[in-house]
Nanobody, 124 residues
Framework: EVQFVESGGGLVQPGGSLRLSCPVSGSGLDDEDVLGWFRQAPGKEPESISCIRPTDGITYYRNSVKGRFTISSDSAKNTVHLQMNSLKPEDTAVYYC????????????????WGQGTRVTVSS
């Protein structure tokens, strides 16, 4: 069983920043499985945000967050982070870390592999 513990969310004004973190523990993942983030805004479908493939440094970012969000990982601690800058009201959502397959132009995550999420609210 794999466990995800997301943290770092909160209320921030437009233009502000937050840093999300997610340590992952447990077993059952393959070497090709990598960590990433998706979010779900109220009343909307979930959407992939970003992923990182530590073996070769490949990262993926959703177009709407490119240039504002930065994903990083700490392999030793099996933790993934998401630095979010220049936040906009449309970034308001519950953010989840997850595991899946990552490429430069895609992130496909596995259904059911996520924690409780951390809520991000961008509002003045």
């Amino acid at each position: 069983e794999v466990q995800f513990v997301e943290s770092g969310g909160g209320l921030v004004q437009p233009g502000g920043s937050l840093r999300l973190s997610c340590p992952v523990s447990g077993s059952g993942l393959d070497d090709e499985d990598v960590l990433g983030w998706f979010r779900q805004a109220p009343g909307k479908e979930p959407e992939s945000i970003s992923c990182i493939r530590p073996t070769d440094g490949i990262t993926y970012y959703r177009n709407s967050v490119k240039g504002r969000f930065t994903i990083s990982s700490d392999s030793a601690k099996n933790t993934v982070h998401l630095q979010m800058n220049s936040l906009k009201p449309e970034d308001t959502a519950v953010y989840y870390c997850t595991v899946g397959r990552c490429g430069s132009d895609y992130f496909t995550y596995f259904i059911g592999y996520w924690g409780q999420g951390t809520r991000v609210t961008v509002s003045s």
